[in-house]
């Protein structure tokens, strides 16, 4: 099994800054791919970025160009967030694909707000 933990989101205003971490533990030899996902009220779970362990990362268009995915080469994921807008306001999910399956964090809040 994987454990998952994100840092704590926060409240910024519009045009901000936040980054997020995750920190992994557990089988993380058997992950191949790691990401973070968000679920606003009353939407669907939806992709923001993700990183295979060999780099390749991808993005939702509604992020690209302000928000960044990176990883250390242990344990930790992180999502720099910049220029935020308050439609960036969700629960953000850090995930990790494995070989023996699909595991998420508790999820961390994250209000965009003057």
């Known amino acids: 099994q994987v454990q998952l933990v994100e840092s704590e989101g926060g409240l910024v205003q519009p045009g901000g800054s936040l980054r997020l971490s995750c920190a992994a533990s557990g089988s993380i030899f058997s992950t191949y791919a790691m990401g973070w996902y968000r679920q606003a009220p009353g939407n669907q779970r939806e992709l923001v970025a993700t990183?295979?362990?060999?780099?390749?990362t991808n993005y939702a268009d509604s992020v690209k160009g302000r928000f960044t995915i990176s990883r250390d080469n242990v344990n930790t994921l992180y999502l720099q967030m910049n220029s935020l807008k308050p439609e960036d306001t969700a629960v953000y999910y850090c995930?990790?694909?494995?070989?023996?399956?699909?595991?998420w964090g508790q999820g961390t809040q994250v209000i965009v707000s003057s």
């Open positions: 995930n990790a694909q494995t070989s023996r399956g699909n595991y």
């Open positions: 990183i295979t362990w060999g780099g390749s």
